[in-house]
């Protein structure tokens, strides 16, 4: 895909539970197998925090995704993925567990859009901060956002290695 500033041709939207098939193949294309979330768990996760699952759609396909549950944990835990009964809509942290853009969409922006869409988000929300896991190789993309490597992770996610990555937004410490 052209960088023929396509940001300004992107639209982010809250997903809803009729986006399940294409957030599952868009997830089945951007993760490998054994780290994918499959249709079940997406179905769940549109049920349970459809707030915190948004779009991100060109010419009225779905290109990208964030998606997340809300905790009052600092870092991310393997049975959150599954087990969407762990989201608490009044949580102090917004977590993030995928960041999914198609291939021939990447380098143009869109998961920075999606990215910051939820971070104001969850600074509207009145949120403490977000978390996430993420592989050595991304860690520097996500400091560029104020994340932190907290080093790393508990998860086994996929039976890769994890890294804790913790923003906290210091007007909502408490």
Known sequence: MQ????????????????????????????????????RQSFAHRLAAFPESFFLAVHNGQIIGFINGCVTNETTIRD???????????????????????????RNCGIAALLMEHMIGDARAKGRRGLILTCKDRLIHYYEKFGYKNMGVSASVHGGAVWYDMLLEFEDQKS
């Open 3 to 38: 960088n023929i500033n396509i940001k300004t041709h992107i639209k982010i939207i809250q997903a809803s539970p009729a986006d399940l098939d294409a957030v599952t193949a868009v997830e089945a294309v951007c993760f490998p197998a054994a780290e994918a979330a499959g």
């Open 79 to 105: 049975e959150m993925y599954e087990d969407s009964s762990l989201h608490d809509p009044k949580g102090a942290y917004q977590s993030i567990f995928g960041l999914d853009v198609l291939p021939e969409y």
